[in-house]
């Protein structure tokens, strides 16, 4: 009998799930049209359970990425209102994508003083949330149910590929990688686990600071990340994840953002160096919204990028966070807790996570 192929009620629920594609002897890519859907469902629909959406409820969240997307496209497709609060760093594509799906984007055009853009962005929608009667906030960066709804991708590689040795993955709200994870080493408890993060990201350590590569790192410290569950932290620059990227497409045909180009380059490492170990990368979207930037050699030329595409490339080692920056670096985290870690960022009351306080 011929197989049937799956139908769908959705394109969000056709996009969901990664496609597991073999990268290497022992390297296996987790490639996700766009990642956040999975959590975005997850959390509308516990929402939904638990009654904490009536007809009148507005969304509402902050993002300046592919997290607004997953919520705009589960917002069309059941005819409700969203708003979302971004900065000038959004992509303009985007913007437009976001508009045309229905969402309202209002944008900060000042940073705060201490957070940043994403503080900025906080306060503007407190005070949404004050000005109407219902609204749902889904709180990506502490809502348990975004880690929570990664137990399905955990399930999927167990029962697709066996024991996992290690997993790669961008680090930007914690969820992806603590939710998987976690999810891993319920089978396998010596599953190691490596967070991929960009300079000058308080995540793991350092200091905040400018960050020209979108889509990991952060300047305030997400609640659902879990340093207890990293083995290794790595940091690396733009060009390097650019590179990366680029070498990705040129040799898999795998056209996907700068997120994955950098968990690429940090994981076909580990698996060049582990011949007789599993890897899998996690790769969170797709290239398209980066065509006009990491695809155009002129836009990289402009910024000064030349980009290095060879594949035998090897990280720096320092003994602490506040060691790395300048190029590629990584850091024996060893599954500790954030202030168990010598040589980090202490933490600061004045910045709260996003979701905390100030949201409610």
Known sequence: MPVTPPTYHSITEAQMMPRLVRLGPNLYGAVFTLMKLLPAHFILQRARERGELHHNTVLVETTSGTFGLALAMQAALTERELILVSDPAIDANLHRRL?????????????????????????????????????????????????????RVSEQLVRTLGQVDCLVGPVGSGGSMSGTTRGL?????????????????????????PRELRGLGNS???????????????????????????????????FQGPTSGAAYLVARWWARNHPDRLCVVMM???G???????????????????????????PVTVTAPKEASGRWTRFAWGRRAYEDVPGVVPRSPAGPVPGSEVLR
Not at 113 to 139: D, H, K, M, N
Not at 224 to 234: C, G, M, P, T, Y
Not at 299 to 310: C, F, I, K
Request: net charge negative; hydrophobic share 30%; aromatic share 10%.
């Open 284 to 286: 969170p979207d797709e």
């Open 288 to 314: 398209y919204r980066y065509q006009a930037t990491v695809y155009d050699d002129t836009w990289l030329a402009e910024r000064g990028h030349v980009l290095d595409t060879r594949q035998d490339a090897e």
């Open 99 to 151: 508009s045309d799906l229905g969402a309202r984007v209002e944008i900060c055009q000042e940073p705060a003083p201490v957070g940043g853009y994403q503080e900025a962005r906080l306060r503007r929608l407190a005070e949404i949330r004050a000005q109407l009667p219902s609204t749902f906030c889904p709180e990506q960066y502490t809502n348990p149910d975004n880690p929570r709804s990664y137990e």
């Open 220 to 254: 305030l410290w997400p609640g659902n990340l879990d340093h207890s569950l990293f083995d290794e932290v790595h940091w690396c620059t733009a060009e390097e994840a650019y590179a990366s990227t680029r070498a990705l497409h040129a040799g898999h045909a795998l």
């Open 185 to 209: 080493r319920a089978y396998t408890p010596d599953t190691l686990a490596i967070g991929v993060d960009s300079h000058s990201s308080v995540l793991f350590g350092p200091s905040d600071g």
